[in-house]
């Protein structure tokens, strides 16, 4: 079967941003979940962390405040105990009690405390009893009760009519709820109270198009853009607009537009809501933006993730490696990675991922990739190893045990698998697959009984067919045909896309005895991308359909086809260069000579710096006498102040790097406020250069690379 990657792997999935993942919330000036509002409600605009003026200035109440300002939360919580103690009326003591706990999770408390709060806080003191009332309406809509939660927002409005926080949360509200015209009410009044009230037009727009009306839709976020044009939420929301009217010009102008400003997580999303007519479009504008930005390894990232997408592996591989060129960040080598093992180019997977692994070998995204890799290239045992590795990293998550077992379970080590199962159930019951599993090496035990209960346990949990089901291997174990088929073939009228699906199809059939529809499942597979060629050779589900003469057929006319893809751009043959350079002994440190465009430098060896640092004194050295030029800064902000001096934090181009021979074009470095501090080199440069050895008795850095 297509084995299942677990869904709660750490790292970010096609159509997500490496750092800002999912769709788009609006924090400060943007929308925000209600869930999520309650802590900044509090924190925020409560001013927590001052004191109140009609507070009673107690001592304990004072240190606890002090005490959330830093951050210590449980400090702060003895010192309001003891206030509670000596001062039990005073509201706001109870108010901040409840901020805590309800940052803690704690929301039954946090009810029972902010309760308090509104009893005892004095009833002239409005704007904290409308924001008591408001925030306790934040606590009804989590416990799910929206009329309790719409009277407390009713009467913290009434208290103060003009609290725009109150007005925006009381918003946001209605529009979960549905209640657009409601909702339009609100935010008509906070538009009347503050013409500039970005929130106000926003929540107009967000509820015009929510009600179809996309032109008013986009007639409000004109507003917007109008009054602050470099607010990214405005253009990602008219885009969102602008598609749905198929103004497709519009809408990746507007998402490049966004993007450029902030990384807009919401226009990040929309890139991959175009029609497939419309890739070359976007691919263009940002191969344009990559042009105009040409430091920025983001827009070369953006296009691998939008042909990963399409399944267009050798695109996707090509933007990365673009991207890894102008940063050398372990994300985009994991993304080549992964199109290569889609490719079934192992071998040239693995040495990515390995060479991810030297820059983060922690990594467990890394460790889990580099697992996957070298099961289903045949090396299980590497596979079982790299899990286990990844187990003693995280103990406590069910994914690492599942894989680990399904390695097991493929190469006959049944026991193993059955633990390891076993163990992946105790630390997530609702995963349907483990059971699934579990049932298998049952049945191999001879173990029927049990097994039934555990396939009968996968037809519990996995009752709504998707990418992600098995339920259809369980009712078929079970001996149930009729619903086996029925749930399958949901499955893959669920996102009849998925070239997955259709290899679970070709997999099902085969258990089922169906060659002629098994082979027909895997052809469609094939042709809608489906790579793993190894996978197929060796998965026991397919074992019957191995034999027969069709799938001989199908291997060699779709090996053919992979090897055609893969001479699409002729590969340049790689060599191995091992390189010695001498470094000199500097306080514990490794010290190397260097020339940074042109300029005679010293570095230190720094396998632990994320890119490469210098010194505020080196960079306005560099920038003063022409080694630097204005063009070489990346990024739009204030980088060089009145004193014509580079600011702390900038990032700069570095053209030229050469140390030892080596040379590298276009590494990224960021300055640093210590005048003392040495010039590091960190992973933007070591990442590029391969497999890099310390020998200390010989004083030499040894560097093999590919060239």
């Known amino acids: 079967m297509k084995y299942e990657v677990f869904a709660c792997k750490h790292k970010a999935q096609v159509g997500q941003r490496p750092v800002r993942v999912g769709e788009a919330i609006m924090t400060c000036r943007k929308f925000k979940s209600l869930v999520i509002i309650l802590i900044a409600t509090f924190s925020c605009t409560i001013h927590i962390c001052a004191q109140p003026q ?148 926003m929540g107009l727009g967000r509820n015009a198009y929510a009600s179809g009306n996309y032109d008013e839709a986009i007639r ?34 507007d998402i490049m537009k966004s993007l450029s400003l902030d990384n ?71 993304m080549i990675a992964d199109c290569q093992q889609e490719l079934g180019e192992y071998a040239q997977a693995l040495e990515a991922i390995t060479q991810a692994q030297q820059m ?38 069910f994914g690492g045990y599942y894989r680990r077992g399904f390695f097991e379970d493929n190469s006959g080590q049944t026991d193993n698998a059955l633990e390891d199962y076993d163990m992946a159930i105790m630390l997530n019951p609702d995963y349907a697959y483990s059971y699934l599993g579990k049932g298998d090496m049952l049945m191999r035990n001879g173990q029927t009984d049990e097994a039934m209960a555990a396939y009968r346990k996968v037809i519990e949990l996995d009752t709504v067919p998707n990418n992600s089901s098995c339920a259809m291997y369980a009712f078929l174990a079970l001996g149930e045909k009729d619903k086996a088929v029925d749930f399958m073939e949901k499955v893959i009228a669920n996102d009849s896309t998925d070239c997955g699906n259709y290899y679970d199809g070709s997999c099902f059939y085969s258990r089922l005895g169906d060659l002629d529809k098994s082979l027909t499942h895997l052809r469609t597979a094939f042709e809608k991308g489906f790579r793993r060629f190894h996978h197929v050779m060796s998965d026991d589900d397919l074992e019957a359909l191995r034999a027969t003469d069709g799938f001989k057929s199908l291997m060699d006319e779709y090996t053919a086809i992979k090897e055609r893809e893969a001479s699409v751009e002729p590969k340049t043959d790689l060599t191995s260069e091992r390189v010695e350079i001498p470094f000199t002994p500097d306080g514990g440190c490794v010290s190397v000579k260097c020339s940074i465009n042109e300029l005679p430098l010293s570095f230190i060896f720094d396998t632990g710096a994320s890119i490469v640092s210098l ?44 140390f ?48």
């Not at 408390?109 to 003191?125: F, T």
């Not at 105009?292 to 490696?321: F, G, V």
């Not at 922690?362 to 299980?380: C, F, T």
């Not at 470095?669 to 310390?694: D, M, T």
């Open 54 to 201: 009609s507070a009673k200035q107690t001592y304990n109440f004072t240190r606890a405040l002090e005490e959330v300002k830093k951050g210590n939360k449980s400090e702060a919580m003895d010192f309001l105990t003891k206030e509670i103690a000596e001062n039990p009326g005073n509201g706001y003591a109870h108010m901040t009690i409840a901020i805590l706990q309800a940052d803690a999770e704690d929301y039954g408390d946090a009810m029972k405390s902010v309760n308090m709060a509104i009893k005892k806080l004095p009833k002239k003191d409005k704007e904290y009893m409308a924001r008591a009332f408001a925030s306790r309406a934040h606590l009804y809509t989590i416990a799910g009760d929206t009329i309790q939660a719409l009277n407390d927002f009713n009467q913290a409005i009434k208290i103060n009519p003009d609290d725009a926080d109150i007005l925006e949360t009381y918003g946001q509200l209605l529009y979960e709820m549905k209640r657009y015209s409601d909702a339009n009410e609100i935010y008509n009044r906070m538009v009347a109270a503050n013409p500039t009230s970005v929130m106000g037009y």
């Open 220 to 253: 409000q976020y004109n507003i917007v853009i109008k009054m602050y044009d470099d607010y990214s939420s405005g253009y990602s929301f008219r885009a969102e607009s602008y598609l749905k009217q198929g103004k497709y010009l519009e809408a990746v102008d």
């Open 264 to 334: 807009d997580a919401k226009a990040h999303h929309y890139l991959f809501e175009f029609p497939d007519n419309q890739l070359t479009l976007v691919i263009s504008k940002l191969r344009g933006m990559s042009v105009k930005n040409p430091h920025d390894a983001e827009w070369q990232y953006y296009i691998a993730q939008l042909y990963q997408s399409k399944k267009k592996y050798n695109e996707a591989i090509e933007a990365a490696r673009k991207a890894f060129d102008i940063d050398a960040h372990p994300v985009f080598l994991e």
């Open 360 to 397: 983060r070998p922690d990594d467990l995204d890394l460790i889990s990739s580099k697992a996957d890799i070298l099961g289903e290239s045949g090396d299980i045992e590497g596979a079982i190893t790299e899990w286990t590795r990844y187990i003693d990293k995280t103990p406590d998550f």
């Open 615 to 658: 010194s505020q004194v080196e960079a306005n050295f560099m920038l003063k006498n022409g080694y630097l030029k204005l063009e070489d800064f990346v990024g739009s902000g204030r980088i060089v102040d009145a004193n014509g001096d580079i600011s702390e934090g900038t990032i700069v181009n570095l053209r030229d790097v050469d």
């Open 660 to 707: 030892g021979g080596l040379k590298l074009n276009n590494v990224r470095a960021s300055v640093v406020r210590n005048q003392k501090a040495p010039l590091l080199l960190g992973q933007s440069v070591l990442g590029r250069l391969g497999s890099i050895e310390i020998d200390n008795p010989g004083k030499k850095l040894i560097i093999t690379h590919s060239k």
